[in-house]
Nanobody, 115 residues
Framework: QVQLVESGGGLVQPGGSLRLSCAAS????????MGWYRQAPGMERDLVGR????????YYASAVRGRFTISRDNAKNTVYLQMNDLKPEDTAVYYC????????WGQGTQVTVSS
């Protein structure tokens, strides 16, 4: 059974940074492109960024480009999202999933940017 577990969220002031992690069990993530997504209250879940199985980021949403960086450690079966210069509009629940073959969504990790 595939399980995706996001962690690393929290409350941060504008301009701050967070690093999110997505750990997987039951699947070898190195075989798949992975996506980070976010869902703000009352909004749909949107793609934030995507990374290939080889570790090449291939997409960032315009709202986060230049501030967020996706990476992965296939040895740890984990994907990361480094978020810098956070803004209040980045407040959302963040999720990861296989980009082309999405599995059951995890619980996500809450990111709140507020002073």
């Amino acid at each position: 059974q595939v399980q995706l577990v996001e962690s690393g969220g929290g409350l941060v002031q504008p301009g701050g940074s967070l690093r999110l992690s997505c750990a997987a069990s039951g699947i070898d993530l190195s075989l798949y492109s992975m996506g980070w997504y976010r869902q703000a209250p009352g909004m749909e879940r949107d793609l934030v960024g995507r990374i290939t199985g080889f570790g090449q980021p291939t997409y960032y949403a315009s709202a986060v480009r230049g501030r967020f960086t996706i990476s992965r450690d296939n040895a740890k079966n984990t994907v990361y999202l480094q978020m810098n210069d956070l803004k209040p509009e980045d407040t959302a629940v963040y999720y990861c999933n296989l980009y082309n073959y999405p599995k059951t969504w995890g619980q996500g990790t809450q990111v709140t940017v507020s002073s």
